[in-house]
Nanobody, 115 residues
Framework: QVQLVESGGGLVQAGGSLRLSCAASGSISSINVMGWYRQAPGKQRELVAR???????NYADSVKGRLTISRDNAKNTVYLQMNSLTSEDTAVYYC?????????WGQGTQVTVSS
């Protein structure tokens, strides 16, 4: 199994920045993909960005050029650097890992962007 703990959410003004962290523990070597998803009130959960074990990344069109996913293998941590935030980015952000055994989610961290 994999345990995921997110941190770094909070309240920020429009145009500001935040960095989210997701610390993974457990069966780290089995992780194929790490990703960030978000769910805004009244909306479905959606993919924001993900990073594959080989380092390839992909992003939702709505965040390209503003949000960047990265990882620190030594710390077993994935980051989401968020710049130029808008009210449309307000949501609960979830970390997710995909392994051969299944999919694991973190508990989520709230990001609120005030206009």
């Amino acid at each position: 199994q994999v345990q995921l703990v997110e941190s770094g959410g909070g309240l920020v003004q429009a145009g500001g920045s935040l960095r989210l962290s997701c610390a993974a523990s457990g069966s780290i070597s089995s992780i194929n993909v790490m990703g960030w998803y978000r769910q805004a009130p009244g909306k479905q959960r959606e993919l924001v960005a993900r990073i594959f074990s080989g380092g390839i990344t992909n992003y939702a069109d709505s965040v390209k050029g503003r949000l960047t996913i990265s990882r620190d293998n030594a710390k077993n941590t994935v980051y989401l650097q968020m710049n130029s935030l808008t009210s449309e980015d307000t949501a609960v952000y979830y970390c997710r890992s995909e392994t051969y055994a299944g999919v694991y989610w973190g508990q989520g961290t709230q990001v609120t962007v005030s206009s």
